[in-house]
Each structure stands twice: as structure tokens, then as C-alpha cells.
DNA sequence: GACAAGATGTTGCATGTACATGTATCCTTC
DNA sequence: GAAGGATACATGTACATGCAACATCTTGTC
């Protein structure tokens, strides 16, 4: 389920390889405790972030498919789950009858709110005990939050 | 296909959200390159990685699974394609009958060998221009790449 | 030896994703 | 205002993956 050893080659696979432990173990752990939890995947959570982050509580497909690194196929059937969930709805784009809007329900907004918090509470302890395993690790990740853009 | 903005939350899930964004780019990087000019995929060529580092050029299913970090119906069916590419050969275990050694064969290794060229360079040039997008991420990556275990 | 319990892989099935393509709409130019 | 091309999604198809059920083999115990 998780990947446990770096295979000898260079410094930068090497590097990458670490990357790659980290981002596996993690993201294992928020999938099945969001999916345990509140019965929803990881994409499904992300988008329902972004769409909660937006003033407007709505965003066009591929706007959505480029915040949560999908393609736009993609998008299209994530956002149908959202639907058929009761989470968000489509909504046709006025001036741009190509457009499609996915619009965040209310229902969709708690249920991220609910899950917000498991999402945390698991971030939290998954990059706790990686530290931990990894003291190289945890400069790197303080490096990171030292709060960008 | 890249992940575009953080959705304003938690500072850690902020600091997870770059590391997300690193690894899609990088990650859909590789694999693009690995497939168009090496015509494998990523989970194949750290497969016959993990083989090639390997003193016999040999691993078991679940040994497998755990260094590429999937489980083992998915190593299973990796393993097949890698059978069937004629990159290694599956090779019953003489004193355990219920294993099963994953074999690399020549042609596993020089494919391999050649794959991982691309695979340096295009981390390299993915990480370098992560890098200079984003400062903080450059002191992470020095951090990490400060060699470890 | 025989049986129970555990370990090791494999297979059936459902799901999620990407790629290629189709359809409708918009925009630019003439 | 019609033609040609670009853009925004939807759909068909293929494939990789995970989970659960299964078969096979080993080990321990009697």
C-alpha cells in the first residue's frame, strides 16, 4: 500500500523518491479516512473546496479541472457525482451558452465543512508521524509553510 | 492537468496543497516522457528499478508492492505487462511454493538503463522549473536532498 | 498424518482516469 | 451574414487500480 524503500540511483531520484513515499502514505491515509468518514473520495473533497472558496460558490469545468489537476473529461463525471450527491448542481452559463457553471449546494458546503476537519485531523497526524520517521523531512515541510504566494 | 491555485484554508492543508501541485506536475511530466520516448509507463519503469537494484534482479509479489507503493492485485497485473513487454519473467519460488519471484530480463535492464535517462533529465528540468516558480520550494527540495538514510 | 490458521498470489468486479472524438457555441474575418 | 477556426463540454473506449473473494501452499499443533 505504501512504497518503503528509495532504489539506489541518483541524488535527484533519490529526492524524488522521498517525495513520492510522503505523498503516497499521505494521501492513502485522507482517502480512506474521508471515503470512512464522511463517504466521499479525495477529488470529490477538493473540488468541493475550491468551489466553497470561491466568491461566487461556482466555477466552470475546466477552471475545476485545472484547480484540482484533472483534465476536463475528467471534471465532467467528478462534477456528475457531485450532482447525483446532491452536492452541487450544473447550471448553464448565460452569456456563454457553451459555459457550464457547477454551483455548490448547501448540502455540498456542510458536507465539506464536516469533512474539513477529518481532512485536517488526518493531514495533521500523517505529516506528524512522517516527521518523525523522516527528520530531514520535517526542515523540508517547514521550509514549505513558511506561507508562499 | 496542473493543479492551478491553493483554496484558501488551514496552513497545513495550504502546505499540502503545494506539495500536491509539485507532484502532479512532475509526476504527469514523467510520465509523458517515459511513454512517448521509452513507451512505458512510470509504474513499470520503478518496477524495473526497484528489480534492477536488487542483488539477484529478483523480488517477490508483495516485496514489489510494497517498494512501488501499490498493492498486490495491482503488482499482479504490473507484473503481466512487464511478462509480456519480455522486460522480466514470473519464476516459481523452490522453497516456498506459494511465491513467486519477479525476474528482470536483459532486456528489462537495458530498457530500464535507458528509460532512466529521460527519467533524470525530465525531473531534473521539472524540478528546476518548479524551483524557480516558487522560491520556497527550492529550499525544501535542498532540505530533502540533503541525502538520508 | 490431519486439521486449523496464516501467508502468498490471483481473479471478478467496480471505479476513476486519460485519450480521442463528437457536438454545440462563440469569435473573427471577409 | 456566412465561412473557418477556436473553445467548452460530453461521450466512447481502454486501461490501471483497489477491494473482496478465492485457491494454494506452509506452518504449528495435536
Given at each position: 500500500?505504501?512504497?518503503?524503500?528509495?532504489?539506489?540511483?541518483?541524488?535527484?531520484?533519490?529526492?524524488?523518491?522521498?517525495?513520492?513515499?510522503?505523498?503516497?502514505?499521505?494521501?492513502?491515509?485522507?482517502?480512506?479516512?474521508?471515503?470512512?468518514?464522511?463517504?466521499?473520495?479525495?477529488?470529490?473533497?477538493?473540488?468541493?473546496?475550491?468551489?466553497?472558496?470561491?466568491?461566487?460558490?461556482?466555477?466552470?469545468?475546466?477552471?475545476l479541472a485545472d484547480k484540482v489537476g484533472l483534465n476536463q473529461s475528467s471534471v465532467t463525471r467528478l462534477v456528475a457525482r457531485l450532482g447525483t450527491a446532491g452536492f452541487a448542481v450544473?447550471?448553464?452559463?448565460?452569456?456563454?451558452?457553451?459555459?457550464?457553471?457547477?454551483?455548490?449546494?448547501?448540502?455540498?458546503?456542510?458536507?465539506?465543512?464536516?469533512?474539513?476537519?477529518?481532512?485536517?485531523?488526518?493531514?495533521?497526524?500523517?505529516?506528524?508521524?512522517?516527521?518523525?520517521?523522516?527528520?530531514?523531512?520535517?526542515?523540508?515541510?517547514?521550509?514549505?509553510?513558511?506561507?508562499?504566494?
Open positions: 500500500m505504501t512504497p518503503a524503500a528509495a532504489p539506489p540511483v541518483s541524488d535527484l531520484a533519490a529526492t524524488w523518491q522521498h517525495v513520492l513515499l510522503l505523498h503516497t502514505r499521505v494521501e492513502n491515509r485522507l482517502a480512506t479516512a474521508l471515503q470512512r468518514r464522511h463517504g466521499i473520495g479525495l477529488s470529490e473533497f477538493r473540488a468541493l473546496g475550491h468551489l466553497a472558496a470561491s466568491p461566487t460558490s461556482e466555477l466552470r469545468m475546466q477552471e450544473r447550471d448553464l452559463c448565460p452569456d456563454d451558452k457553451r459555459g457550464v457553471y457547477t454551483v455548490l449546494t448547501e448540502a455540498g458546503r456542510t458536507r465539506h465543512a464536516e469533512a474539513s476537519r477529518t481532512y485536517e485531523e488526518t493531514l495533521e497526524a500523517a505529516l506528524e508521524e512522517a516527521r518523525r520517521a523522516d527528520p530531514q523531512l520535517a526542515a523540508a515541510l517547514t521550509a514549505l509553510s513558511a506561507h508562499a504566494s
